[in-house]
C-alpha cells in the first residue's frame, strides 16, 4: 500500500509560481508511473502531467505545456510539479497519483491518490 501527501499549495496571482511535492512512503517508489491531476470548481477531474518509472519521460496537458513541469527524485520518494505563469483557470485541488501501469495512470485509473492540496490563482 502507497501513501502519496501533497504539499505545496496556496494563494498566489496570476503570473506567479508556485512548486507541488507529493512524498511517497509505504512502497518502492522507482517501480512507479507518477502523475498529477487536478479538479476545479464545478468540473471534472483533469489530467495535468505524469512522468513514467523507468525512462522519466513526461507528458503535459495542452492546457499547461510550456508553463507546468513534473520531476521526480526517487532518492527522496518524491515527485513535483513546478507551476510557471499561473493563471486564474489554474485554481483546483491538485491530486497526485502513482500506478505501475502507465495506461492505468492516464486513464484517470490510478492505483493511489493523495488527498489533494489547494491552489488559488487570483487576478
Known amino acids: 500500500q502507497v501513501q502519496l501527501v501533497e504539499s505545496g499549495g496556496g494563494l498566489v496571482q496570476t503570473g506567479g509560481s508556485l512548486r507541488l511535492s507529493c512524498a511517497a512512503s509505504g512502497g518502492t517508489f522507482s517501480v512507479y508511473s507518477m502523475g498529477w491531476f487536478r479538479r476545479a470548481p464545478g468540473k471534472e477531474r483533469e489530467f495535468v502531467a505524469t512522468i513514467t518509472r523507468w525512462n522519466f519521460s513526461t507528458y503535459y496537458a495542452d492546457s499547461v505545456k510550456g508553463r507546468f513541469t513534473i520531476s521526480r527524485d526517487n532518492a527522496k520518494n518524491t515527485v513535483y510539479l513546478q507551476m510557471n505563469s499561473l493563471k486564474p483557470e489554474d485554481t483546483a485541488v491538485y491530486y497526485c497519483?502513482?500506478?505501475?501501469?502507465?495506461?492505468?495512470?492516464?486513464?484517470?485509473?490510478?492505483?493511489?491518490w493523495g488527498q489533494g492540496t489547494q491552489v488559488t490563482v487570483s487576478s
Open positions: 497519483a502513482a500506478d505501475q501501469d502507465y495506461n492505468d495512470l492516464v486513464r484517470l485509473r490510478p492505483d493511489f
